[in-house]
């Protein structure tokens, strides 16, 4: 996709704060956060796939690339 676009909410990530967002081959990685101020998610991870459109949560907190 090229450009900017509503991203689907299927599948939807976790709402958070004082997380970390990146990029790699086509999928977007949000790292982290807190729920509710200083309650921690932890290694909690999840993932947007841009060309399907969907989330995924991570598996026991592992990325492989």
Known sequence: RKGWFIASNEGEASP??????????????????EFKPRVALGSQFEVYDINSDKWEESVNGLCIL
């Not at 970390?20 to 949000?30: A, F, L, Q, R």
């Open 16 to 33: 958070r704060s004082s997380h970390s967002v990146n990029y790699h081959s086509g999928k977007v990685y949000v790292l982290g956060g």
